[in-house]
């Protein structure tokens, strides 16, 4: 397994840590069949970077687990990986949020390895990484396969209807939601971070309440 983080922040366990997962293409940026290969091909969706920036000024912290299978098939190399992945970072720098680490799978599909999604390899990775419960980790997905990961990685699955869920029609939606059955259904990555916000006031004041 080589699923390796970029740009990580800190080091050692973090202990009662506010973190999300999320996929990469379809998600962050816009889907494409040929791969995103370098930087200028890194497309935000709308609104996805400030939804990002919102949970951050949250006290959320933000982890990016993709599959890159590109390299390992030979059409993108390590240095322009990491040059899109700047660019990620840049832009998002722009709207006053950051991502803490990208972790990713270089492996093609037809090799051996436990952190291509939807094997958990990576999240649990990222798991150990941060000393986090994954059951108390939201997972952003926008396909069938990245739900699959994220509940055999115990995480949290959350589905945005944007990149590539945009083609589902209501019964492959509905497929989605009785294979992975814990499975929260948002429109985009903005009406996540709404859902997730809403949560976190509730539970604030529950707390409050308690008090």
């Known amino acids: 397994m080589r699923p390796a983080p970029a740009h990580p922040r800190g080091a050692g366990p973090v202990h009662a840590l506010?973190?999300?997962?999320?996929?990469?293409?379809?998600?962050?940026?816009?889907?494409?069949?040929?791969?995103?290969?370098a930087p200028q091909e890194w497309i935000p969706i709308p609104g996805a970077l400030e939804a990002l920036a919102r949970l951050n000024h949250a006290?959320?912290?933000?982890?990016?687990?993709?599959?890159?299978?590109?390299?390992?098939?030979?059409?993108i190399d390590m240095a322009s990986l990491n040059a899109v992945h700047a660019q990620?970072?840049?832009?998002?720098?722009?709207?006053?949020?950051?991502?803490?680490?990208?972790?990713?799978?270089?492996?093609?599909?037809?090799?051996?390895?436990?952190?291509?999604k939807p094997l958990p390899g990576m999240m649990l990775e990222i798991g150990r990484r941060y000393g986090v419960d994954l059951a108390g980790v939201p997972m952003v997905c926008d396909t069938l396969r990245d739900l699959q990961a994220a509940q055999a990685a115990g995480?949290?699955?959350?589905?945005?209807?944007s990149g590539r869920a945009q083609a589902m029609d209501e019964p492959a939606l509905r497929r989605c939601?009785?294979?992975?059955?814990?499975?929260v259904v948002h429109?985009?990555?903005?009406?996540?971070?709404?859902?997730?916000?809403?949560?976190?006031?509730q539970a604030d004041s529950i707390a409050a309440e308690l008090l």
Not at 22 to 28: M, Y
């Open 155 to 161: 995480c949290q699955p959350h589905l945005v209807m």
């Open 177 to 183: 939601v009785e294979l992975v059955p814990a499975t």
């Open 18 to 37: 506010r973190l999300a997962i999320f996929g990469r293409d379809g998600i962050l940026n816009e889907y494409r069949e040929d791969h995103v290969k």
């Open 59 to 75: 006290g959320w912290h933000v982890v990016v687990a993709t599959n890159q299978e590109g390299v390992g098939r030979g059409l």
């Open 88 to 116: 990620m970072i840049r832009l998002l720098t722009e709207q006053g949020g950051r991502i803490d680490a990208v972790f990713f799978c270089p492996h093609a599909p037809d090799e051996d390895c436990d952190c291509r």
């Open 187 to 201: 429109e985009n990555l903005r009406a996540f971070a709404d859902h997730l916000l809403r949560r976190d006031n």
